[in-house]
Structure formats: structure tokens, C-alpha cells
């Protein structure tokens, strides 16, 4: 299935071209970001169609993924 990735601040290289990637059904947030070559760690934020989700949450045919790091301040 298609879905459409979006990485922001300092994951921004890791969106795939076209922002588009094909996963398998059933694919969690976890394992597309093992796919992309992200660690784990790095990731702080996750939203699925603009809803806050979880590294377990399963993703649907032409869903929105949605990867942010830890926003820091000062």
C-alpha cells in the first residue's frame, strides 16, 4: 500500500522521494521508521492524517505519516 511521508526539522533527509513509500499492510509507525533508516530515538513526534499517534499505531492505504524530532528552545 501507498502512504505519504513527511519529515520535519532534522529528519527532513530521510523523506523519500516524492514523499511517497510503498509498505506492506498491517505496517507500523516503528517499522517505517526502521525502513527509512531512523533511529527510534530520534523520533518524538508521530501523527497519522494530523492525529497524534504512537510507534504501534498501523497505518491504512494513503495515510499521512507524519515524523518529528524532539523541538528544542531556548
Not at 533527509?13 to 516524492?18: H, I, K, L, N, V
Request: aromatic share 6%; hydrophobic share 40%.
Amino acid at each position: 500500500m501507498q502512504i505519504e511521508i513527511k519529515c520535519f526539522a532534522t529528519l527532513s533527509d530521510f523523506t523519500p522521494e516524492g514523499n511517497m513509500m510503498t509498505v506492506e499492510d498491517g505496517a507500523t509507525i516503528q517499522q517505517v521508521i526502521d525502513a527509512l533508516g531512523i533511529k527510534t530515538e530520534d523520533v518524538k513526534i508521530m501523527f497519522i492524517n494530523g492525529k497524534h499517534q504512537s510507534l504501534s499505531s498501523v497505518l491504512s492505504e494513503g495515510d499521512r505519516l507524519g515524523l518529528f524530532p524532539a523541538v528544542g528552545g531556548g
